[in-house]
């Protein structure tokens, strides 16, 4: 078989040990900071065409926003495809090294678990300001006056939602075409974090991208937590009992189609309650909570977060070799 990254089958043994040794990298290494990011560019893009197509009547803006959703998404699977293309045509080690470099890039499992302990650790040396300013640099709410219990639920939420985004997604779609489709999954989550809110400026531009995000989340938010529940056997203090019936019955509640599922598990497993009141420029909302607490949340529980994000990718990985398995068997 040849090495150039486009003769990579989805589901190919191949493919998963590409992304298997990707996903190694990005433990290792995480994003340095003067490695330029692909998000980054794919960012500059997106603030652009906001700016210069986000205007006029609702139903132009909604016309506009697709097309943005449409052009970025592409746009960006094609730059990956042909980069690889032209370095497969150098070289097949070329387009190997790139293939498994952009692979890196989509992932943040180290980056999630050092911006989580950044609010853990003042939080457990009673340092709240700090732990404040920690959670405010990845979360949208005000943090100014939270308590430790609230700190902690905020740093716990992130992780848990952001398995999926940070992680499991990507992997997910990385399974099935390799880093341009891995890609081009990090270009529509992008979309929905800059112009997927629903407030008056883009209630009607970002509706295409949130609804694009949706899509692209559903099944991969459901398989991690599913994940989260099956790696939880290995980690000691886990709740599993009941806890795959009460996801289902909870995750619902929360107004994303996809968060609810791993902040309800991850919920769950600790036995602490998520969700509740969040302010936002000083303004109050109510999300619907996760989880029957029979802890109260603190420091402690972020760090077993973490923990249940790397079973749960670990789980999702495995869970990843048995259609690569059965392929293989057939073929």
């Given at each position: 078989?040849?090495l150039?990254?486009?003769?990579?089958?989805?589901?190919?043994?191949?493919?998963l040990?590409?992304?298997?040794?990707?996903?190694?990298?990005?433990l290792?290494?995480?994003?340095?900071p003067w490695l330029p990011?692909p998000?980054v560019?794919?960012?500059?893009?997106?603030?652009?065409?906001e700016?210069?197509?986000?205007h006029g009547?609702a139903a132009?803006r909604?016309?506009?926003?697709?097309?943005?959703?449409i052009l970025?998404?592409?746009?960006?699977?094609?730059?990956g495809a042909?980069l690889l293309?032209?370095?497969?045509?150098?070289?097949?080690?070329?387009?190997?090294?790139?293939?498994?470099?952009l692979?890196?890039?989509?992932?943040?499992?180290?980056?999630?678990?050092?911006a989580?302990?950044a609010?853990?650790?003042?939080l457990?040396h009673?340092d709240?300001?700090?732990?404040?300013r920690?959670l405010a640099?990845?979360?949208?709410?005000?943090?100014?006056?939270l308590?430790e219990?609230?700190l902690?639920?905020?740093?716990?939420?992130?992780?848990?939602e952001?398995?999926?985004?940070g992680i499991t997604?990507?992997?997910?779609?990385a399974l099935?075409?390799?880093?341009?489709?891995?890609?081009a999954?990090?270009a529509a989550?992008?979309?929905d974090?800059?112009?997927g809110?629903?407030s008056?400026?883009?209630?009607d531009f970002?509706?295409?991208?949130a609804?694009?995000?949706?899509?692209v989340?559903w099944l991969?938010?459901?398989?991690?937590?599913l994940s989260?529940w099956l790696?939880?056997?290995a980690i000691?203090?886990?709740?599993?009992?009941?806890?795959?019936a009460?996801?289902?019955?909870?995750?619902p509640?929360h107004?994303?189609p996809?968060?609810?599922?791993p902040e309800?598990?991850?919920a769950?497993?600790l036995?602490v309650?998520?969700g509740g009141?969040n302010?936002?420029?000083g303004?109050?909302?109510?999300?619907?909570?996760?989880?029957?607490?029979q802890e109260v949340?603190?420091?402690?529980?972020?760090?077993r977060?973490?923990?249940?994000m790397?079973?749960?990718?670990l789980a999702?990985?495995?869970?990843a070799?048995?259609?690569v398995?059965v392929?293989?068997?057939l073929t």
């Open positions: 078989m040849s150039a990254p486009l003769s990579f089958e989805p589901l190919s043994l191949a493919l040990g590409l992304v298997a040794a990707a996903l190694l990298i990005d290792a290494l995480g994003d340095p990011h998000v560019g794919i960012g500059r893009v997106i603030a652009r065409l700016r210069a197509w986000n009547p132009a909604r016309r506009r926003g697709r097309w943005l959703a970025v998404v592409s746009g960006t699977w094609a730059l042909g293309a032209i370095l497969a045509w150098l070289h097949p080690w070329l387009a190997v090294a790139a293939e498994l470099g692979l890196a890039t989509t992932l943040a499992a180290k980056g999630l678990a050092e989580a302990r609010v853990a650790v003042p457990a009673g709240l300001a700090e732990a404040r920690a640099r990845v979360v949208g709410r005000d943090t100014a006056h308590d219990a609230e902690a639920r905020g740093a716990v939420e992130t992780v848990a952001n398995t999926v985004d997604a990507p992997l997910f779609w099935l075409g390799g880093a341009p489709l891995a890609l999954y990090k989550n992008t979309l974090s800059m112009v809110y629903r008056p400026r883009f209630a970002g509706r295409a991208s609804r694009l995000d949706d899509a989340n991969p938010a459901r398989l991690t937590a989260l790696a939880a056997r000691p203090g886990s709740r599993r009992a009941g806890a795959l009460a996801t289902r019955r909870e995750a509640r107004p994303s996809n968060a609810g599922w309800a598990m991850v769950n497993l036995g309650r998520l009141l302010h936002y420029a303004r109050p909302s109510w999300r619907a909570t996760l989880g029957t607490p949340l603190s420091a402690a529980h972020i760090e977060t973490i923990r249940h790397h079973g749960g990718w999702f990985l495995l869970l070799m048995l259609p398995l392929r293989e068997w």
